[in-house]
């Protein structure tokens, strides 16, 4: 009924195989078009630049992104994944820059704004070929066929509503802010982007400047030519100079600086920099204007930027001005920084700005309802939008209204991805009701906090006073070889409830590991604890219902694995569950997730198989300390546990210890009533320990004590040696390739220990190796077999395979 699944599996033939089922059967399609009536699950794609290849981070991002998606889909929800493309922004203007030999903003002007915007239109769409591939390839479900692509009109028409929006609510103005800037692309860079990493190469000296002072505070002019020494870092910002800043709180000294070839001047410095400085005003070619105070129509106070007939500059107290270092006067320029930009605004100071937009030193978004206006078959970028022109009578005014140069900073652009990749508000009005809006799930690298994520939650918190999205997931992966091995292993969880509750709180690492701890003991407890019940050749109730409980597990787990492993739970529900039941869905990605059944739950028998597992691991470790063999059997084990149920517990699963340790038999710690307190004794400080007592190795963990007598008696080392050459006619078979349940006959040839134990063990070998014979003769030639050293006897020991 079942297809023969083979231990040595092709991962990559099983997924391109998988891969061209769920096309073949539209599976992906059918998980969104075939439940219309199924609660909304919104997943918003962070959209890459295809203007380079795709590489692991992105392969690792959309990974986990299609966890949650297939969870949420196998919950009975109706996922929408909508692919989409970031078309915008320096990273793909820098790189046709780069292309064309461009090396400023004046030489794209020349090269022509039309022919630059098409080279970067043609761009970003360079390696969608390859972004395809690699997301088919990795399972990930996202609708590729209708994205949304940040360059196109209804997308930016989008964007145009929003801020029409912003400007009716008084959320939008235009103001001046420091930011950091790069000359050479005549623009300013977004702060995000300069958080993530910013290369500081400028040199900061330290230069003390000498400024006259031209009047005091009275207004009359000093006697002896007086100058304040200022301080500053950044001497490329003199020319902009406004003002000086002292401390209201400290004491300033005036020195009477005199020479033998000049006239006596003083000197104003910070009593306490007196000790630190030893013992001008630059040229202004650039236009001067002032902040000024105003009282607005609307009855509030505001300061603007006017221009001014001359250049006043004074000095004004400034609570960051520091004693540690300098003269205790500090330079001020509030066209450099958002610090002196802020003094100028609070008082009033003068505005000069010497540097041009590409960092040469010069010195020495109203809008309105557009009615009528048709942009339809516009491209509304560079140059063309330039084109488009209205005559603004209709606000008082004669002028014509054009766009204004500056821009919004392009994360803007991705913050208006939620309304802009339906084309809201002119279609799909209604994905603020249905479930499109707010997201449900993002899942990003973590970098995306700084950009992606805060321009969604600004943007969604002034437009609708909620949150753009409610889950997120923010990436910070490193792929190693465990992780790597653990993938081959199947996947990665026990307790169907505590894989749903992690998966439903956005927590697929711990869910993953979950399933790992439940196959390990599903395959290293279970089912090996069960081979004989599974070999044995009658077909009765034990066996059936071996089966029955190993089907039940594997296609549970198939179904509990499907969001983390998808190809390998497709390929085991396909074998398993299809072909058991064909009213089954035809994918395991369309069946419903896993729920736990409560009352099936036998906690007292959970609880005597984790003690079982326990002592057997702790038997191992004593007998691996003792450095015995486990095939090598031994006389007794001793057994502490902590509680009169353990105790109870230790009679039900007994006979599983004792096969587990292959041991003879199984003493609670009162039939040795000083064997504890020796080993105690013995381990110290140490409470988990291993330590050698009078003939036993006795292992000690959290008050539990399995000890085993290490002692072996001829009669032991025989039955230890039959166990060994049971082992090595397993590997025969297993070499050979046969069946788990072939039936075989075994050929010998040895010494006379060998023989001795091969007679004496007959039974046993015979029912560990499936043999129907036993034969001291050399093998047949159709026979597999191998020369081996045991126990420093060298034997010949073959195989042949019964046919029926």
Same mark, same amino acid.
């Given at each position: 009924?079942?297809?023969?699944?083979?231990?040595?599996?092709?991962?990559?033939?099983?997924?391109?195989? +998988?891969?061209?089922?769920?096309? #073949?059967?539209?599976?992906?399609?059918?998980?969104?078009?075939?439940?219309?009536?199924?609660?909304?699950?919104?997943?918003?794609?962070?959209?890459?630049?295809?203007?380079?290849?795709?590489?692991?981070?992105?392969?690792?991002?959309?990974?986990? @992104?299609?966890?949650?998606?297939?969870?949420?889909?196998?919950?009975?929800?109706?996922?929408?994944?909508?692919?989409?493309?970031?078309?915008?922004?320096?990273?793909?203007?820098?790189?046709?820059? @780069?292309?064309?030999?461009?090396?400023?903003?004046?030489?794209?002007?020349?090269?022509?704004?039309?022919?630059?915007?098409?080279?970067?239109?043609?761009?970003?769409?360079?390696?969608?070929?390859?972004?395809?591939?690699?997301?088919?390839?990795?399972?990930?479900?996202?609708?590729?066929?209708? =994205?949304? +692509?940040?360059?196109?009109?209804?997308?930016?028409?989008?964007?145009?509503?929003?801020?029409?929006?912003?400007? #009716?609510?008084?959320?939008?103005?235009?103001?001046?802010?420091?930011?950091?800037?790069?000359?050479?692309?005549?623009?300013?860079?977004?702060?995000?982007?300069?958080?993530?990493?910013?290369?500081?190469?400028?040199?900061?000296?330290?230069?003390?400047?000498?400024?006259?002072?031209?009047?005091?505070? #009275?207004?009359?002019?000093?006697?002896?030519?007086?100058?304040?020494?200022?301080?500053?870092?950044?001497?490329?910002?003199?020319?902009?100079?406004?003002?000086?800043?002292?401390?209201?709180?400290?004491?300033?000294?005036?020195?009477?600086?005199?020479?033998?070839?000049?006239?006596?001047?003083?000197?104003?410095?910070?009593?306490?920099?007196?000790?630190?400085?030893?013992?001008?005003?630059?040229?202004?070619?650039?236009?001067?204007?002032?902040?000024?105070?105003?009282?607005?129509?609307?009855?509030?106070?505001?300061?603007?930027?006017?221009?001014?007939?001359?250049?006043?500059?004074?000095?004004?107290?400034?609570?960051?001005?520091?004693?540690? #270092?300098?003269?205790?006067?500090?330079?001020?320029?509030?066209?450099?920084?958002? $610090?002196?930009?802020?003094?100028?605004?609070? @008082?009033?100071?003068?505005?000069?700005?010497?540097?041009?937009?590409?960092?040469?030193?010069?010195?020495?978004?109203?809008?309105?309802?557009?009615?009528?206006?048709?942009?339809?078959?516009?491209?509304?970028?560079? =140059?063309?939008?330039?084109?488009?022109?209205?005559?603004?009578?209709?606000?008082?005014?004669?002028?014509?209204?054009?766009?204004?140069?500056?821009?919004?900073?392009?994360?803007?652009?991705?913050?208006?991805?939620?309304?802009?990749?339906?084309?809201?508000?002119?279609?799909?009005?209604?994905?603020?009701?249905?479930?499109?809006?707010?997201?449900?799930?993002?899942?990003?690298?973590?970098?995306?906090?700084?950009?992606?994520?805060? &321009?969604?939650?600004?943007?969604?918190?002034?437009?609708?006073?909620?949150?753009?999205?409610?889950?997120?997931?923010?990436?910070?992966?490193?792929?190693?070889?465990?992780?790597?091995?653990?993938? @081959?292993?199947?996947?990665?969880?026990?307790?169907?409830?505590?894989?749903?509750?992690?998966?439903?709180?956005?927590?697929?690492? *711990?869910?993953?590991?979950?399933?790992?701890?439940?196959?390990?003991?599903?395959?290293?407890?279970?089912?090996?604890? &069960?081979?004989?019940?599974?070999?044995?050749?009658?077909?009765?109730?034990?066996?059936?219902?071996?089966?029955?409980?190993?089907?039940?597990?594997?296609?549970?787990?198939?179904?509990?694995? %499907?969001?983390?492993?998808?190809?390998?739970?497709?390929?085991?529900?396909?074998?398993?569950?299809?072909?058991? *039941?064909?009213?089954?869905?035809?994918?395991?990605?369309?069946?419903?997730?896993?729920?736990?059944?409560?009352?099936?739950?036998?906690?007292?028998?959970?609880?005597?198989?984790?003690?079982?597992?326990?002592?057997?691991?702790?038997?191992?470790?004593?007998?691996?300390?003792?450095?015995?063999?486990?095939?090598?059997?031994?006389?007794?084990?001793?057994?502490?546990?902590?509680?009169? *149920?353990?105790?109870?517990?230790?009679?039900?699963?007994?006979? /599983?210890?004792?096969?587990?340790?292959?041991?003879?038999?199984?003493?609670?710690?009162?039939?040795?009533?000083?064997?504890?307190? /020796?080993?105690?004794?013995?381990?110290?400080?140490?409470?988990?320990?291993?330590?050698?007592?009078?003939?036993?190795?006795?292992?000690?963990?959290?008050?539990?004590?399995?000890?085993? *007598?290490?002692?072996?008696?001829?009669?032991?080392?025989?039955?230890?040696?039959?166990?060994?050459?049971?082992?090595?006619?397993?590997?025969?078979?297993?070499?050979?390739?046969?069946?788990?349940?072939?039936?075989?006959?075994?050929?010998?040839?040895?010494?006379?220990?060998?023989?001795?134990?091969?007679?004496?063990? /007959? %039974?046993?070998?015979?029912?560990?190796?499936?043999?129907?014979?036993?034969?001291?003769?050399?093998?047949? =030639?159709?026979?597999? &077999?191998?020369? /081996?050293?045991?126990?420093?006897? $060298?034997?010949?020991?073959?195989?042949?395979?019964?046919?029926?």
């Amino acid at each position: 009924m079942f297809e023969v699944v083979s231990s040595r599996v092709s991962f990559p033939d099983m997924e391109s195989e +998988v891969l061209r089922y769920w096309q #073949d059967h539209d599976v992906f399609r059918r998980s969104v078009d075939d439940r219309p009536d199924a609660p909304l699950f919104m997943m918003y794609e962070g959209p890459p630049t295809a203007n380079g290849s795709p590489g692991i981070h992105h392969v690792l991002a959309r990974v986990f @992104k299609d966890v949650i998606s297939r969870y949420r889909t196998m919950k009975g929800c109706r996922v929408i994944r909508k692919g989409g493309w970031d078309t915008h922004g320096l990273p793909v203007e820098l790189e046709i820059e @780069k292309e064309l030999g461009l090396r400023s903003k004046r030489d794209i002007e020349e090269y022509g704004i039309a022919e630059f915007n098409q080279r970067c239109r043609e761009s970003v769409f360079r390696y969608v070929k390859e972004w395809e591939v690699m997301t088919d390839r990795i399972g990930y479900w996202v609708d590729m066929d209708d =994205p949304y +692509v940040t360059l196109d009109n209804d997308y930016i028409e989008t964007g145009w509503w929003i801020l029409k929006e912003l400007w #009716d609510r008084g959320l939008l103005y235009e103001d001046q802010r420091g930011t950091p800037h790069c000359p050479r692309c005549v623009s300013s860079l977004s702060s995000h982007e300069v958080a993530l990493g910013y290369r500081e190469n400028t040199p900061d000296p330290s230069v003390f400047v000498k400024f006259e002072a031209t009047r005091w505070l #009275d207004g009359t002019p000093p006697v002896v030519p007086t100058y304040l020494l200022a301080w500053t870092t950044t001497p490329w910002t003199l020319p902009g100079n406004t003002a000086l800043a002292v401390s209201a709180e400290a004491e300033y000294s005036v020195l009477e600086i005199t020479a033998d070839t000049a006239s006596p001047y003083r000197m104003v410095v910070a009593t306490d920099r007196l000790a630190a400085v030893s013992v001008g005003i630059s040229a202004y070619g650039s236009p001067i204007s002032k902040f000024t105070r105003r009282d607005s129509s609307s009855g509030n106070t505001t300061v603007e930027l006017l221009d001014a007939d001359g250049y006043d500059p004074h000095v004004v107290a400034a609570d960051f001005v520091s004693m540690d #270092d300098g003269s205790g006067i500090v330079h001020i320029a509030p066209a450099f920084g958002d $610090e002196d930009l802020g003094l100028g605004r609070e @008082k009033e100071l003068s505005f000069v700005q010497p540097v041009d937009l590409q960092g040469i030193i010069t010195a020495f978004s109203e809008l309105a309802e557009l009615s009528g206006a048709v942009v339809d078959d516009l491209d509304l970028h560079r =140059p063309y939008v330039d084109n488009v022109t209205w005559n603004c009578g209709s606000l008082d005014c004669d002028g014509t209204m054009r766009r204004i140069p500056e821009v919004m900073d392009a994360w803007f652009d991705s913050g208006m991805m939620p309304l802009a990749q339906w084309h809201y508000p002119f279609e799909n009005t209604e994905i603020d009701h249905d479930g499109r809006l707010p997201a449900d799930y993002i899942c990003e690298a973590v970098d995306q906090t700084r950009g992606w994520f805060y &321009s969604l939650h600004a943007l969604s918190t002034l437009l609708k006073d909620d949150v753009a999205y409610r889950n997120v997931i923010c990436l910070g992966l490193i792929l190693d070889g465990r992780g790597r091995k653990m993938s @081959k292993r199947l996947g990665n969880v026990v307790d169907p409830i505590t894989v749903d509750d992690n998966l439903d709180h956005y927590n697929p690492t *711990d869910a993953g590991r979950r399933i790992q701890e439940f196959i390990d003991i599903l395959s290293n407890w279970y089912v090996r604890r &069960s081979r004989r019940r599974f070999w044995k050749s009658e077909s009765d109730t034990d066996k059936l219902g071996a089966y029955a409980t190993l089907y039940n597990c594997l296609t549970t787990v198939a179904k509990l694995m %499907a969001p983390l492993a998808p190809f390998v739970a497709e390929q085991m529900y396909r074998n398993l569950e299809q072909r058991y *039941d064909p009213g089954a869905p035809d994918s395991v990605h369309l069946a419903v997730f896993p729920s736990a059944d409560v009352e099936l739950i036998d906690r007292a028998l959970m609880d005597a198989t984790r003690l079982a597992m326990r002592v057997a691991s702790m038997g191992r470790a004593a007998r691996s300390k003792a450095k015995l063999k486990v095939r090598q059997p031994l006389a007794s084990v001793v057994v502490r546990t902590r509680t009169p *149920d353990e105790a109870q517990y230790l009679d039900w699963v007994s006979g /599983q210890i004792l096969e587990e340790l292959n041991i003879k038999e199984l003493h609670t710690v009162g039939a040795e009533p000083d064997l504890y307190d /020796q080993a105690l004794s013995a381990a110290g400080d140490n409470a988990e320990a291993i330590v050698s007592v009078e003939g036993f190795s006795a292992s000690l963990e959290s008050g539990y004590m399995v000890a085993i *007598d290490t002692r072996i008696t001829p009669e032991l080392a025989d039955e230890g040696l039959a166990r060994e050459l049971a082992h090595r006619i397993q590997n025969l078979r297993k070499n050979a390739r046969y069946e788990i349940t072939d039936r075989i006959i075994t050929y010998y040839q040895g010494p006379s220990d060998i023989v001795r134990v091969m007679d004496g063990h /007959q %039974a046993y070998i015979m029912q560990e190796t499936l043999s129907e014979a036993l034969l001291a003769q050399e093998p047949d =030639p159709d026979a597999s &077999s191998e020369s /081996q050293s045991i126990e420093g006897m $060298e034997v010949v020991l073959g195989v042949r395979r019964v046919t029926p």
